[in-house]
């Protein structure tokens, strides 16, 4: 196994070995000594993180306005991970729960894990509060009250509530948002008949200002957060509506968008007289599982939320950035708090905040917890297209949502998946009841059977204007634009659109060219992360050849019926498949040299390219980061499970899930089978997906292997990029000619 470049990181890790020995060298304390030395190396190891920012908007508490004020100040170390239990999937809501007893008991138990690491401690309801009503007045035929509420210790605490009342006498629905009336929610609420009240507790970039700052000043020993003073200060209107005349106290429901949709969601958890919630696309830290939140998936990253906003979240939650499998808690188990209560979840897919599957896996763990409680239509789920921002035809569907789960009105049950596969789904479409016996190759077996394939053929007319199109998203996702390259089109296989990006340095003759194979981004594919390698790519003189994958981007809604159509085929065999058209298509061009074809692909991307260059022998070398881990040997990491039954690549592996040994293949078979060929392995050192001791021995005895294991997190960091890219351009300056 070749082991020439080292990391860039390489003081850093030796920094963390002599700071493990100092601690290990402390006499009498054995075991503890050991997990300090553990917990004092995953803090280290957060360093190569960017620093948190200073919030413009607020503090984290009393004391502290950053992440390394608070760690400083407190001394907190990370938790062991080692002694903690990984899983890779959501955790359970209902584990240990058999009866209704025994759910209150789990709900206790939820609450006191998501404060600790999330939300921070909320102080107790004030058993003091006022209203003084500042004005009332008539705006049209709808009484506008304005009101100060006034509670806790000396009534120091304030909070401004706004009340839009429609005309007539009957007791109404409340709608209670912190959206101030620059924008329709409230006055959308009195259209359909609610009470609209309005609550000041928000960012305030809104222009209200932000009456919970206030909080932490009047509370100084509980550490709620932002969001979670923004959920508190909703939970003091609530006290307020529930003594009017004019409101039915059993139907309360709140919303926000965005930032607001994620406080709305704490508020609804915890505040049980909240009848109903949308979650309006707050996708991290509301409805996108923070198992979800990294690199790899391609969403706003929990290292990304944490940094820019460090004041929304508990500081422990970024001790989990790396490992969120260890986290005891998800977003799953927040929203499980809301349950027999209505929620309805609702963003947009083709966001790049968002992940498809992280939503997807929500729901379905949501729904199992409604249909424990015995009301399975008060969970409801949509994914829309478009952008981040709602419509008017979004409100009135949160609208006709709290109308259903308040008995005043009929509505269409929102449950809208986009990728929607499941491998008891798979297994039921495809008539599959056990494993399919292996018969000849195993890599075979596992790909699936190919359906003929047909090249997409070069026009010959119309000025030899490419006839293919990638479709709408397109226009909302637009490709990567630098003076240094220039983008051409090409048409790939069975109508799929790739682009080239040719680099603009004044050099002639045919160009070294990397195929881009991108990683798990349901909204954006390839172009997630795309231009700053492209960039550094370019300079270096290899075009990029890049294009979605079936499931992503501009193909996002291809994968969902894929194995009804092709039920023996898989989904990486329809991956690797449209990659060998995009090698015969750069074998073909005129400004690509067709003996130099590189593989280079980041987590989904990286699988994809080794099994391609194991079928295909065109591709010179490849180049895999942060993609693999053995399929038998990698213990807790679910290797098998994220192929059979998360991402749905190889759904017959499934079948080997508890049985991993008697896997027919591992991926020193796919390796041997490229060959001879130049192969890196890009391997960060703390990527919670990948067993780096059981992959190093998987490599050993390949010496045409080369294993990278940079100082970083399962990210594409530059620090992970760089030594791929120097091992590249070392390759292709030795490639014969």
Not at 17 to 32: I, K, M, N, Y
Not at 206 to 231: C, H, K, M, N, Q
Request: charged share 25%; glycine share 8%; with cysteine.
């Amino acid at each position: 196994m070749n082991a020439r470049y080292s990391s860039p990181w390489s003081c850093a890790v030796m920094r963390l070995f002599l700071l493990a020995a100092v601690v290990l060298s402390a006499p009498a304390r054995g075991a503890d000594a050991a997990a300090e030395a553990r917990r004092r190396a995953s803090l280290e190891a957060l360093k190569v993180l960017e620093p948190t920012r200073m919030p413009r908007d607020g503090r984290i508490n009393i004391h502290d306005h950053t992440f390394e004020q608070w760690q400083r100040r407190t001394g907190e170390l990370p938790p062991d991970f080692a002694s903690m239990p990984s899983n890779p999937f959501l955790p359970d809501p209902l584990a240990g729960v058999k009866t209704r007893e025994d759910w209150k008991k789990r709900r206790e138990e939820i609450k006191a894990q998501l404060q600790h690491w999330m939300t921070g401690r909320f102080p107790p309801a004030p058993d003091n509060l006022r209203a003084v009503v500042t004005s009332e007045r008539k705006e049209g035929d709808v009484t506008v009250r304005d009101v100060r509420l006034e509670f806790g210790p000396g009534h120091r605490a304030t909070l401004r509530v706004q009340l839009l009342i429609p005309p007539g006498a009957k007791k109404r629905p409340v709608f209670l948002t912190n959206h101030n009336r620059s924008r329709p929610w409230a006055a959308s609420a009195v259209a359909r008949g609610y009470i609209g009240c309005i609550y000041h507790a928000t960012d305030p970039y809104y222009g209200e200002g932000d009456d919970s700052e206030g909080f932490v000043d009047v509370y100084p020993e509980y550490d709620f957060t932002v969001l979670s003073r923004w959920a508190w200060a909703a939970s003091r209107a609530v006290d307020y509506l529930v003594t009017l005349p004019e409101v039915e106290p059993t139907q309360i429901a709140i919303s926000g968008h965005s930032r607001n949709g994620k406080s709305s969601a704490f508020a609804a958890a915890f505040d049980e007289r909240i009848g109903a919630v949308v979650a309006s696309g707050g996708n991290t830290g509301e409805a996108t599982p923070w198992r979800y939140t990294n690199d790899p998936f391609g969403s706003e990253t929990a290292e990304i939320i944490t940094t820019v906003n460090p004041h929304w979240f508990h500081p422990r939650l970024r001790f989990f950035i790396g490992n969120e499998d260890k986290l005891p808690f998800d977003q799953n188990t927040l929203f499980a708090l809301i349950a027999p209560r209505g929620v309805l979840i609702n963003s947009a897919f083709t966001e790049s905040a968002n992940t498809v599957l992280g939503f997807e896996e929500h729901f379905r763990s949501l729904r199992r917890v409604y249909d424990f409680v015995g009301k399975p239509e008060h969970a409801q789920f949509r994914l829309r297209p478009g952008l981040h921002a709602t419509t008017a035809d979004d409100l009135e569907v949160y609208f006709d949502f709290f109308d259903h789960v308040f008995g005043r009105g009929r509505a269409p049950v929102q449950e809208n998946f986009i990728f929607g596969y499941t491998f008891e789904g798979w297994k039921a479409a495809t008539g599959t009841k056990a494993a399919p016996a292996v018969s000849g190759d195993p890599l075979r077996w596992a790909l699936g059977e190919t359906p003929p394939q047909v090249p997409f053929a070069r026009p010959t007319h119309d000025k030899g204007r490419v006839l293919v199109s990638d479709g709408w998203m397109r226009a909302i996702s637009p490709s990567p634009t630098d003076k240094g390259f220039r983008e051409v089109t090409v048409p790939l296989g069975v109508n799929v659109k790739a682009d080239l990006f040719v680099p603009v340095d004044g050099r002639t003759g045919k160009r070294p060219v990397v195929i881009w194979l991108h990683a798990f981004n349901h909204a954006r594919g390839y172009m997630h992360q795309a231009r700053a390698p492209f960039v550094e790519l370019t300079r270096r003189g290899f075009a990029v050849l890049a294009f979605d994958q079936i499931g992503y981007g501009t193909r996002v809604e291809q994968a969902k019926d894929f194995y009804r159509r092709y039920p023996q085929w898989s989904l990486l065999g329809k991956m690797v498949a449209d990659t060998r058209s995009a090698i015969a298509a750069m074998q073909d061009h005129p400004e690509v040299d067709p003996n130099r074809i590189y593989l280079v692909g980041y987590a989904l991307g990286a699988q994809v390219a080794l099994w391609t260059a194991a079928v295909d022998p065109a591709p010179r070398a490849v180049v895999a980061i942060a993609g693999i881990t053995p399929l038998r040997t990698s213990g807790d990491r679910e290797a098998i499970r994220m192929y059979s039954h998360l991402h749905g690549l190889l759904p017959r592996l499934g079948f080997y899930a508890d049985t991993p040994a008697k896997l027919p293949f591992d991926y020193d078979d796919v390796l041997k089978r490229i060959g001879s060929k130049p192969v890196l392995i890009v391997a960060p050192t703390n990527d919670r997906f990948a067993n780096l001791p059981a992959l190093k021995e998987l490599l050993r005895g390949l010496p045409n292997v080369a294993l990278e294991t940079p100082f970083d997190f399962n990210r594409l960091s530059k620090d992970v990029r760089t030594p791929a890219f120097d091992w590249l351009d070392q390759v292709q300056r030795n490639a014969p000619r």
